[in-house]
């Protein structure tokens, strides 16, 4: 981007003038530090100018979707009089004695946020080079230099601060002050976009009907966030990573049904319920339906019953056929024979079914 900026050359000179006697007051006090935070005009920094122009043109408002983008050391978006082209690609700035020039380049990051800007630089050693930013947090000049040797200046680490106007640009300044030049070969702004982040929510219902329950605890994990169910029994983990997550319920005296649920977010997962049964059996696999099985079914369904089409002799394999194995039973369709499931052991897999067939 190449843009001519007509100024006020009365406004400029002035704008000039101050910022050299910042600069002659910087380096005669002897304070270099790697960054300096100095006042420049504040006047005309108002949120939607131009710092320190007192124009900002409205066609060079627009933000734009750039997450990265390179501009070469000419395609500035202004530049003081000092400011001539040094071969095809890059722009020499020369400050004669006592004197300042610069150049200011314009990035618009759109929604993402600013989080460097990088210039590569070619200076004899000993010049007066700095680079500066415009800080919109405190209207000031962000001003970093002088720089020892030639490579790239930078600023990074922006993310937290307060960078673009409310114009949505960024500025960048390349000074060269009181006999020194400097070659801006490019100029680069790095800004990042915040991954997308994404909920879960569901109700936790009352089993036994009408209602819901309050105050339950829902554990997410990985990470182990916890929230508490609201008055209207709901409940939400939000600004979470794209990934599989286990929502788990849990409150005591109640068992819920299922137990836990397993979650795959990107995009969020709405209606994650549960209920809770305060007088829910305690039955497991392990002490409660492995010996029926064992007693009515594995003798036909093993492994070593080529007849099998259904081998029901873990857990996950009872557990996957645990609907069809519990209307069997209801039906007496199975097993075949005499020998049938007391009505008793009927409602212990039912009880099982119910609880989320623990293990």
Sequence with gaps: MRCALQTLYSRRTLLLLGLALLFV???ASGRLAAIETRSLDTATMQPGGLPPLPVDLPELRAAQSVDVTTQRGQDAFTTT???????????????????????????????ATLSSVLATLSFPAGEQVWIGLADYGSFRWKLQGPYPAAGTAQFSGLG??????AGGNCYFLVLAFNASSVSVSSVEFTAET?????????MVIDGAGPGVLPGVTVTLSPGGATVL????????????????????????????????SQVTIGPSANGIDFAGFSDLPTVSY??????????????CHDADTPS???????????????????????????????????????QLFQDWIDAGKPQ
């Excluded at 150049?103 to 990051?109: K, V």
């Excluded at 915040?194 to 569901?202: D, H, K, L, S």
């Excluded at 409660?288 to 007693?295: G, Q, R, Y």
């Design 25 to 27: 007051g910087a380096c």
């Design 81 to 111: 009089a000092g400011c001539t082209p040094d071969g095809a690609d890059a722009l020499l700035i020369s400050a004669g004695a006592g004197g300042l020039e610069y150049a200011m380049y314009q990035f618009s990051p759109g929604a």
């Design 160 to 165: 937290s601060g307060d960078y673009v106007n």
């Design 194 to 202: 915040a991954p997308e982040t994404f909920t879960i929510n569901g």
């Design 229 to 260: 169910t609201t008055v209207n029994g709901t409940y939400q983990f939000s600004g979470l990573a794209a990934g599989t997550y286990t929502v788990t319920p849990s409150l005591i005296g109640y068992g819920f049904v299922p137990e836990s």
């Design 286 to 299: 392990s002490s409660d339906i492995a010996p029926i099985m064992e007693s009515y079914c594995t003798g």
């Design 308 to 346: 099998a089409d259904i081998p029901l002799t873990t857990y996950q394999e009872v557990k996957s056929a645990a609907a069809s194995s519990l209307s069997t039973m209801q039906d007496e369709s199975m097993p075949p024979g005499p020998n049938k499931p007391s009505a008793a052991e009927i």
